[in-house]
């Protein structure tokens, strides 16, 4: 691997100086109105595929200097203005073109995203996947899956297939820290901060284009930015009516169907789509299983100024649990290490025999009802107006609704836990039992969100903000006992709620200084009113909750070279509140303070004609991050502590390169650090005969961040023999991964390399505007690995326990997918 990456980085090296010596030419012009051929002041002046432009200046004339031989199409829109695409050859020699612009006012489903997304004036650190990206490999997989080989992404699978309860990291950065928003609604769950992809299965079939934005970004809605931001915008029209109809199968019993309808943009300016999506998984781990529905509905009106656009998109999900995770015992084949297991945690005789004999795919639960049962819908209406030339808006009214619960058995619980009176039968008192219980949530998460955009001239101007309200209900339920005294059915033994209001507003602007600086600005400000009362789950009264108050500033600049390249620096601020189990599990009388990252990006870029690349420099400098250090609160949950400094620093390289037509690279390398200065690990010594209690406190120096790799790189080889044939050889890389904060071996993921396969033919039928039938490979050389765990320990006395437990994933698996279009 580390050869092939040294052969890599030669390669592009090479290329990029041979660029310098090309011919290059310069293209000018003037961008005028057809009505009154009166200048067009601040168009915008685009070569796409070179990621190079311009804008008009006062008389509206544009140059973009420097510009190699090859074969191009220049892109100009104006707010109020149709766009005007025309195709040139440089053949050594500078040319003028001259556009005239038809008015057209009509806006664009862009609208809605735009005040959250960065552009190529905009110095951010980003990348955007178009809709064919996320289709070379929607099949059944998750989201995240589907992103994985997007710069410094780490995917999970609890269940070991992409299907299911899945998650990404970003920089080290996990869900919890990164921002998810469609069409600019906020997703991330308010309490927790988390995004639940297995509530939205299939998404990826309606969404249109997905910015990932790595460090803090540009301001948005919702969670804070405190890794990443994945800004997701659903389908656009089509200019044509069509149906389609998706169906795949792979191993482990997975399969998709789904069909999907849209109108087109009817003469009278109405657009309708619609999607119905099935997915089912038994997974890779044993009884991991995954049956998932969703839906997704828009209608829209385009009218000359103005367009509204009402959508609803949901999911009902019925996984089985894998989230206790293998022992690594398990894995190793350790028998010794196995029986440990059994005696630390005090198995029963069935547990003991499915540890011992299940094998790889070993999966804790064994009731045949321990699953997740969630549904969650989403209803966005949006609002998008264009005022005048030169100032358009967008606002969006949002709800959503989520209720479900998970289902566990439990074996020999105490009554006690559940506010249960010990039971008397005869001369017996019986003060524990076997029991199945259900942990419900119930949760309104509704709001507004709004935007206006001012472009004049040289400047471009952006209001915008959201204020929304979360109501969430958190109680458990024992459905069935073997001795359950007088409780009652549905009686809850535990009942808290959370209640949130979250208010931002933002102001950024874009200013062109001259042809070749633009500076941006950006500040935000944030304030979170946040309570948390009633009986927790571990039967501990709650009462906390915090007010918070956030100035969240960015600046930057981008400057363009004279080589079609850009260089652009940035400094940007983010604050987070702490989580939900930060407050509830803080020791009697503490509250966790917030953390604040300062972040700096330094970036190049560079593209031409068949050759792109970028490099990223990123310092995040962190005062307070919450980690665990192994602390435990009086009823034995973990408790997230406060360090001072800690960092993450690294380089990001990312490069393509086009052969020809039928060969085509590309790849991105991640190299990293990711420390905390200094780290108090807590250990617990328990006694002997566990009748002592006794705090070990283990110091540390620039410890290594936990789940926080080194080195993250990952590649694709295309090869397109025919228009309507293509296949892709993909490999992911990924480093060792630390369980905790100690940077200690035996605590460590170890580092992996899988390689994906996935071919694709498109071709017709008389019936059929289209048909494409897909073949997916995953992990295409068997290799076994895990991607995701957790450790804990403690002493008794001289004996140390420490367990790992990973999540193993898949050997090579397939997919086969065929798609009709009509």
Same mark, same amino acid.
């Given at each position: ?23 290059? /030419?310069?293209? /000018? ?9 009166? =200048? ?58 001259? $556009?005239?612009? +038809? ?40 989201? =995240? ?8 992404? #780490? ?51 309606? %969404? ?17 930015? $405190? ?39 009817? !003469?009278?300016?109405? /657009? ?15 009884? @991991? ?45 350790? +028998? ?54 030169? *100032? ?32 008397? &039968? ?16 119930? !949760? ?7 935007? $206006? ?64 600086? !633009? ?15 009633? &009986? ?13 108050? $956030? ?10 070279? =004279? ?7 940035? #400094? ?14 803080? =020791? ?54 406060? %360090? ?8 990001? *390289? ?14 991105? @390398? ?25 705090? &070990? ?66 071709? /017709? ?22 991607? !995701? ?34």
């Amino acid at each position: 691997m580390l050869q092939f990456t040294k052969k890599w980085l030669l390669t592009a090296l090479a290329v990029v100086m041979s660029m310098h010596l090309m011919a290059q /030419s310069s293209i /000018s012009g003037k961008v005028v109105s057809q009505d009154d051929n009166s =200048p067009l002041v601040g168009a915008s002046v685009v070569i796409e595929s070179i990621q190079k432009g311009s804008a008009t200046d006062i008389d509206g004339n544009f140059r973009i200097n420097k510009v190699e031989t090859g074969e191009y199409e220049i892109r100009v829109s104006y707010i109020g203005y149709k766009q005007a695409v025309k195709k040139v050859s440089l053949k050594n020699e500078d040319i003028q073109l001259n $556009f005239e612009l +038809e008015k057209d006012v009509q806006l664009t489903d862009e609208v809605m995203v735009s005040a959250t997304r960065a552009d190529e004036n905009t110095p951010t650190t980003f990348t955007n996947i178009k809709k064919a990206e996320l289709n070379r490999q929607n099949l059944a997989q998750d989201m =995240p899956m589907l992103l994985n080989y997007t710069p410094s992404m #780490v995917t999970t699978s609890d269940a070991g297939a992409g299907v299911g309860y899945t998650g990404m990291r970003i920089r080290g950065s996990d869900g919890t820290r990164i921002n998810v928003t469609v069409n600019g609604i906020p997703i991330n769950d308010s309490e927790s901060h988390g995004t639940f992809w297995v509530n939205m299965p299939d998404l990826a079939s309606s %969404v249109d284009n997905i910015q990932i934005q790595r460090g803090v970004g540009t301001s948005t809605n919702g969670a804070a930015a $405190f890794g990443a931001s994945v800004n997701m915008q659903t389908s656009t029209p089509s200019q044509d009516a069509f149906g389609e109809v998706n169906n795949s199968f792979g191993s482990f019993n997975t399969r998709r169907h789904n069909v999907i309808f849209n109108s087109g943009i009817t !003469n009278s300016g109405w /657009s309708f789509e619609g999607r119905l999506s099935s997915i089912h998984s038994d997974g890779y781990i044993d009884r @991991a299983t995954s049956d998932m529905q969703s839906y997704f509905l828009s209608g829209a009106y385009y009218g000359d100024k103005t367009i509204v656009k009402a959508l609803a998109f949901g999911g009902k999900e019925r996984t089985y649990q894998s989230w206790w995770g293998t022992p690594e015992a398990r894995l190793e084949n350790d +028998e010794e290490g196995m029986q440990e297991v059994i005696l630390n945690n005090g198995y029963t005789d069935e547990q003991a025999e499915n540890l011992l004999n299940s094998g790889r795919t070993f999966n804790y639960y064994l009731y045949d009802n321990e699953v997740d049962n969630y549904q969650q819908d989403h209803y966005q209406l949006h609002l998008s107006h264009q005022f005048t030339e030169n *100032l358009q808006a967008n606002a969006a009214l949002h709800y959503t609704y989520g209720r479900g619960y998970y289902e566990q058995y439990r074996n020999d619980d105490d009554l006690a836990d559940y506010q249960l009176d010990d039971i008397e &039968i005869g001369n017996e008192t019986i003060s524990s039992t076997d029991l199945i219980r259900r942990r419900w949530l119930d !949760n309104h998460f509704y709001g507004m969100t709004y935007s $206006f955009n001012y472009q004049k001239d040289n400047l471009d101007l952006t209001l915008g903000g959201a204020y929304n309200e979360y109501d969430g209900d958190h109680f458990g339920e024992i459905i069935w006992a073997r001795f359950a005294g007088d409780s009652e059915i549905r009686e809850r033994y535990y009942d808290n709620f959370g209640r949130k209001k979250d208010f931002n507003t933002f102001l950024k602007a874009n200013y062109q200084l001259d042809e070749k600086l !633009n500076l941006f600005a950006d500040m935000q400000i944030r304030t979170i009113d946040y309570v948390t009362q009633g &009986i927790d789950n571990d039967l501990a009264v709650i009462d906390t909750g915090g007010d918070y108050f $956030f100035f969240n500033p960015k600046a930057g600049l981008t400057y363009s070279l =004279p080589d079609n390249s850009q260089l652009y620096a940035s #400094v940007a601020v983010a604050n987070r509140e702490p989580v939900r189990n930060d407050f509830v599990d803080a =020791p009697q009388g503490e509250t966790p303070e917030h953390e604040t990252l300062y972040d700096y990006e330094l970036g190049y870029k560079k593209q031409a004609s068949n050759f792109s690349a970028e490099a990223i420099f990123y310092y995040m400098d962190y005062n307070n991050q919450l980690v665990l250090t192994g602390e435990l609160n009086d009823v034995g949950s973990s408790i997230r502590t406060n %360090v001072d400094d800690s960092y993450r620093t690294g380089i990001e *390289l990312i490069g393509a390169f086009r052969f020809n037509q039928q060969w085509s690279i590309g790849g991105n @390398a991640t190299f990293s650090q990711n420390k905390i200065i200094n780290f108090t690990e807590i250990i617990y010594d328990y006694g002997e005969a566990f009748d002592e209690f006794n705090i &070990i406190e283990n110091e540390y120096r620039n410890t290594d961040i936990s789940f926080s790799p080194n080195i993250i790189a990952a590649g694709e080889l295309n090869y397109q023999p025919l228009t309507n044939l293509k296949f892709t050889l993909l490999g992911k890389y990924v480093g060792k991964q630390y369980l905790d904060n100690t940077s200690n071996d035996d605590r460590a993921l170890d580092p992996y390399y899988v390689s994906d396969f996935v071919g694709s033919y498109q071709f /017709s039928l008389p019936f059929l505007k289209q048909a494409e039938l897909k073949l997916m490979v995953n992990n295409i050389f068997n290799e076994m690995y895990s991607s !995701n765990g957790y450790t804990f320990g403690y002493n008794a006395g001289t004996y140390e326990v420490r367990e790992n437990y990973l999540y193993p994933q898949a050997g090579t698996n397939y997919l086969v997918g065929l798609n009709l279009k009509f």
